[in-house]
Nanobody, 113 residues
Framework: QVQLVESGGDLVQSGGSLRLTCEGSGFPISDVIMTWHRQAPGKAREWVATLAPGGATFYTDSVKGRFTVSRDDSKNTLYLEMNNLEPEDTAVYYC???????WGQGTQVTVSS
């Protein structure tokens, strides 16, 4: 079955850290452009980060220097390491296979002030 499953969301205090996980199945995530997005309450879904097959990474300005996207090919898993979290980072986070537009189900991140 081809799917993406996110996990790792939690409630953390401002300044804290979390690592989100996106486990792929049915296809190698290393072969495609993978992205992270987030959707805050009452707002549109926004792009957060991209990891290209060759390893290039891209980030939206608001998370540069705080978030890191990576993958473990042996586990077919994508990660989003989030440090120095802010209340504005509160959202449901989704991973996506950009090329097929397949989404995971999302994982909730809540940052308290």
């Amino acid at each position: 079955q081809v799917q993406l499953v996110e996990s790792g969301g939690d409630l953390v205090q401002s300044g804290g850290s979390l690592r989100l996980t996106c486990e792929g199945s049915g296809f190698p995530i290393s072969d495609v452009i993978m992205t992270w997005h987030r959707q805050a309450p009452g707002k549109a879904r926004e792009w957060v980060a991209t990891l290209a097959p060759g390893g290039a990474t891209f980030y939206t300005d608001s998370v540069k220097g705080r978030f890191t996207v990576s993958r473990d090919d042996s586990k077919n898993t994508l990660y989003l390491e989030m440090n120095n979290l802010e209340p504005e980072d509160t959202a449901v986070y989704y991973c996506q296979d950009f090329e097929s537009s397949m989404w995971g189900q999302g994982t909730q991140v809540t940052v308290s002030s």
